[in-house]
């Protein structure tokens, strides 16, 4: 064996070493920083006296499903899924349509009063929930929305970064398009939705999942909107497995809340790409 | 002529749906606020009279409010720090040109897309006293049993814990991008100079990354006074004894279990002062630094 190859050799086994060096790191780091998720779905699927012994088992020593089915009908979880997934629904797609609408107008168009009115858009990412949350609530009690879908979702539907994201893509298509379109006719609606919209689809597949995940995992709002059990979300679903709390019932707790959590978790898996890239472009400034 | 009238009045048209829901449901209602701010209901009925800045006065000389004030304000700083140490390290370590890395940036996202109610009830299991894995692993190492959420300090410590793991996904995420963004030729000449890793990192990596920390600063001061409700609410209720009652919580507390809608008026109105800072500290910083760019 030369030495020039013994040398390669060595070279390939150190870099093969510190690969998996690496590759051992970020093991028991991915593995520390989903616990908590792990150990609920293990907590969730021991019965009561498992899950008291000493020392804690870390793994289910049977398949045991009953807290899935008991946390399901004590809260009533099926309709509370269901509430949510309306709710959540509802508001990204009326986030990404009046989105389309009015980023459509700052882009494309010129009129009287545009600088004020993109002014007042961006403004309304200065008011939160929280600043507002009293006359809101005062509001939708007035016009008869307390404990209904309305007012559930109605405050959400319109979105600053929905729509200034929007824009900023819709502005990037070139301009020429927009003007050959004019010249053979083709209308402003027509090329927003024959032009500017298929050219579109992985910004709006980003914010449709994150304005579905940010209404999903939503909790002061429902919380003071709605009283009525059956028009709960899933989130205040995870309170009311709480509440009764004479002595938690841990197998139940984390049964329902690995069930909140199971739809997030697909979600963000199967756009996982769209999801990163909708959270990666708010920070891109002007 | 027609068409051209069309065209005059389609951007309105545009617009309308979206101010149809902005102006009653975000500015009349911020409106509203600073108007509430400056009544107060009589004790019994519905009567409301005029007392000018007595809700602030009120609320601002009340010790229990400025203590809900002065814990936010350390629980917002100590979240922003560590969370922010947290993920730099972890963006630097996921960062590396191993092949397959990839896969493990998506586990380090996941607590962000989970809810603040799914996470705290999470953490409430893993640091309870009786069953929980946090207290099983420090009574066997070192014959300790912190009474996490009984105790005033552990329940902020454990408050914020639950809230730095919900937010580093999106800091890393933003980290990992500012990292991808140094030119490989700087971390050369460094290396080339004769500086170690950990030089590298503080001289080099570390003041390069600082637009990146700027805006991730401003994110997580909004977060943490803002976003962290659910987590409060389920973990602690505000307690014990106040120690986990932030700004949000007391607001909450003074319209539904107090009923002072004057004074939550007040503190709605000092919210909003606080994120009107943060946004013109955000976009003062921002001018700066484009125009020495």
């Known amino acids: ?19 998996l060096g690496w590759h051992l790191l970020y093991i028991v780091a991915s593995l520390l920083v989903l616990m908590p998720v792990l150990v609920g779905l293990s907590i969730s699927m021991q019965p009561r006296d498992q899950i008291f012994t000493y020392p804690p088992s870390l793994f289910p020593k049977t398949l045991y499903l009953a807290n899935y089915a008991d946390a399901w009908r004590l809260v009533n979880m099926g309709r509370l899924l269901a509430n949510s997934l309306w709710a959540s629904l509802i508001v990204m797609l009326g986030k990404l349509l009046l989105g389309i609408t009015s980023g459509y107008a700052f882009s494309h168009f010129e009129f009287k009063g545009k600088r004020f009115l993109f002014f007042a858009v961006l403004f309304t990412l200065m008011l939160p929930l929280e600043v507002r949350v009293v006359p809101l609530f005062e509001l939708i009690s007035q016009l008869g929305w307390a404990n209904t879908y309305t007012g559930l979702v109605m405050p959400f539907l319109a979105s600053a970064t929905t729509t200034f994201l929007i824009m900023q893509h819709f502005k990037t298509i070139p301009k020429e398009l927009k003007e050959s379109a004019d010249m053979d006719g083709c209308g402003p609606l027509r090329f927003l939705i024959r032009i500017l919209l298929p050219l579109s689809g992985p910004i709006l597949a980003g914010l449709a999942t994150v ?17 009525a059990d059956n028009l709960k979300t899933a989130q205040l679903g995870i309170k009311m497995l709480f509440s009764p709390a004479a002595e938690r019932e841990w197998g139940l707790i984390m049964g329902g809340t690995i069930t909140v959590v199971i739809p997030t978790l697909l979600i963000f898996m199967l756009s996982q790409r769209f999801f990163v890239k909708g959270i990666a472009t708010q920070g891109i400034k002007e | ?30 409106l509203q606020s600073f108007i509430m701010s400056v009544y107060r209901e009589a004790p019994f009925g519905a009567r409301k009279f005029f007392c000018g800045a007595y809700n602030y006065v009120n609320i601002l000389s009340d010790p229990a409010y400025l203590n809900s004030l002065w814990r936010t304000l350390l629980f917002t700083a100590l979240v922003t720090g560590v969370g922010l140490a947290i993920s730099l390290l972890c963006a630097v370590m996921l960062n590396q040109k191993v092949r397959g890395a990839k896969l493990y940036r998506t586990f380090f996202f996941i607590p962000y897309a989970i809810s603040p109610a799914v996470a705290a009830s999470l953490w409430v299991f893993l640091l309870n006293p009786v069953a929980g894995f946090v207290n099983y692993l420090l009574y066997s190492l070192f014959h300790i049993q912190p009474p996490w ?96 009652n932030f700004l949000i919580y007391n607001l909450y507390r003074d319209v539904f279990i107090n009923f002072r809608p004057g004074a939550a008026a007040a503190q709605s109105v000092i919210l909003f002062v606080l994120i009107i800072g943060v946004t013109i500290a955000h976009f003062k910083y921002n001018g700066e630094n484009v125009h020495y760019q």
């Open chain 1, 1 to 19: 064996m030369t030495p020039s190859i013994r040398s390669k050799r060595r070279f390939f086994e150190h870099r093969i070493r510190a690969a």
């Open chain 1, 211 to 227: 304005n579905f995940l940010s209404m999903w995992n939503t909790y002061l709002w429902p919380l003071m909107i709605i009283n």
């Open chain 2, 1 to 30: 002529m027609n068409g051209s009238r069309i065209n005059r009045f389609f951007p309105y048209l545009l617009l309308l749906p979206s101010f149809l829901i902005l102006l009653p449901f975000l500015y009349w209602p911020t």
């Open chain 2, 149 to 244: 959420l009984t105790d005033g300090f552990l329940a902020f410590v454990a408050v914020s814990m639950a809230s730095i793991w919900k937010d580093t996904g999106f800091n890393i995420l933003f980290y990992l991008a500012g990292l991808q963004t140094i030119p490989e030729s700087v971390i050369e000449a460094g290396k080339i100079d004769g500086a170690s890793p950990v030089q590298r990192f503080f001289k080099i990596t570390v003041p390069l990354l600082s637009p990146t920390t700027f805006y991730l600063v401003v994110m997580n001061l909004i977060f943490a006074i803002f976003e962290n409700f659910g987590i409060i609410d389920i973990m602690t209720a505000g307690g014990p004894a106040n120690a986990t």
